[in-house]
């Protein structure tokens, strides 16, 4: 099994920026995709950005150009740098990791979040 635990959540103003990290541990060596998603009050869990072991992205139309993810192959782990915040960027923010880039790529084509596995979400509030 893979645990996945986030961190760096927390109250900013419109505008501003924050960071996330989500840390990996146990049969980390199973993981080839990890992910950011995010889920809004009343709103469907939804993907903010991907990264493969090999290091392509691919990311929301609505967060390009201000949110990038990057990774830490050592460690492992995924960060996400998120800048010029909106009150629409608010929600709970979920790190997933995926034992397949291939399975990875239907479940984003297919606007699902059926990945393997999860951690269990940092809150993102955007004060307006």
């Known amino acids: 099994q893979v645990q996945l635990v986030e961190s760096g959540g927390g109250l900013v103003q419109a505008g501003g920026s924050l960071r996330l990290s989500c840390a990996a541990s146990?049969?980390?060596?199973?993981?080839?995709?990890m992910a950011w998603y995010r889920q809004g009050l009343g709103k469907q869990r939804e993907l903010v950005a991907v990264i493969a072991s090999n290091g392509s992205t691919n990311y929301a139309d609505s967060v390009k150009g201000r949110f990038f993810i990057s990774r830490d192959s050592a460690k492992p782990a995924i960060y996400l740098q998120m800048n010029n915040l909106q009150s629409e960027d608010t929600a709970v923010y979920y790190c997933?990791?995926?034992?397949?880039?291939?399975?990875?790529?239907?479940?984003?084509?297919?606007?699902?979040?059926?990945?393997?596995?999860w951690g269990k979400g940092t809150l993102v509030t955007v004060s307006s």
């Open positions: 146990g049969n980390v060596f199973k993981i080839n995709a």
């Open positions: 997933a990791a995926d034992n397949s880039w291939i399975h990875t790529i239907v479940v984003v084509a297919a606007a699902t979040d059926d990945l393997d596995y």
